[in-house]
């Protein structure tokens, strides 16, 4: 007689996912890393509910996101390890946050690639604000700063400057 094991999955424990990048993905990447900017994935979810008092998280993401860490001694031996990270942001337009000098330079650059689908700011209170990339429906991180993101308003002009430049794009 043949008997099987049944397999149980333990609630809230999903096994481990290498994100397999599209063509598009690939290429973006290479063209990213040589123009400069080193990408890294990460996995963007919705979560199901952040704040019970709040009837709608649309605005809230859960971001996870693992680096590749190694340490030297003396060159003779080196040790790597994965560290991965998690944490719920919330996103903002590229558009409408101030960012440092090098974030500029990298956001302008990422913006001139035909890949690039949507661009935008995750902001946490704890961790560091990202600047995430959308190319081929997969998320990347492009780059990374320690100080608090400055959101301007709508009615800033900047904004209402780049929003106008996309819709006469939109329109031609």
Same mark, same amino acid.
């Given at each position: 007689?043949v008997t099987?094991?049944? &397999? @149980?999955?333990?609630? /809230?424990?999903?096994?481990?996912?290498q994100? =397999?990048?599209?063509?598009?993905?690939?290429?973006?990447?290479?063209?990213?890393?040589?123009?400069? @900017?080193? %990408?890294?994935?990460? &996995?963007? &979810?919705?979560?199901?509910?952040?704040? $019970?008092? #709040?009837?709608?998280?649309?605005e809230?993401?859960? *971001?996870?996101?693992?680096? !590749?860490?190694?340490?030297?001694?003396?060159?003779?031996?080196? *040790?790597?390890?994965t !560290?991965? /990270?998690? /944490?719920?942001?919330?996103?903002?337009?590229a558009a409408? *946050?101030?960012?440092? %000098?090098e974030?500029e330079?990298?956001?302008? &650059?990422?913006?001139?690639? $035909?890949? @690039?689908?949507?661009?935008? %700011?995750l =902001?946490?209170?704890?961790?560091?604000p990202?600047?995430?990339?959308?190319v081929a /429906? !997969?998320?990347? =991180? +492009?780059?990374?700063?320690?100080?608090a993101p @400055? #959101?301007?308003?709508d009615?800033?002009?900047? %904004? *209402?400057?780049?929003?106008d430049a996309? !819709? +006469?794009?939109?329109?031609?």
């Open positions: 007689m099987s094991a049944r &397999t @149980v999955a333990l609630p /809230g424990l999903r096994p481990r996912q994100a =397999e990048a599209s063509p598009s993905a690939e290429a973006f990447i290479a063209r990213a890393r040589a123009l400069g @900017v080193d %990408v890294s994935p990460l &996995t963007i &979810t919705r979560p199901g509910r952040v704040f $019970p008092w #709040i009837c709608a998280n649309r809230f993401l859960r *971001v996870s996101w693992e680096r !590749q860490r190694s340490l030297s001694l003396f060159g003779l031996l080196r *040790v790597s390890w !560290q991965s /990270g998690s /944490g719920i942001f919330r996103q903002h337009d409408k *946050v101030l960012m440092p %000098v974030g330079r990298i956001a302008s &650059t990422l913006k001139a690639l $035909p890949e @690039v689908e949507e661009m935008a %700011v =902001e946490e209170r704890v961790i560091d990202i600047l995430a990339v959308r /429906g !997969q998320w990347f =991180e +492009a780059y990374r700063w320690w100080k @400055v #959101i301007l308003p009615d800033c002009p900047l %904004v *209402v400057a780049e929003r996309r !819709q +006469a794009r939109a329109r031609a």
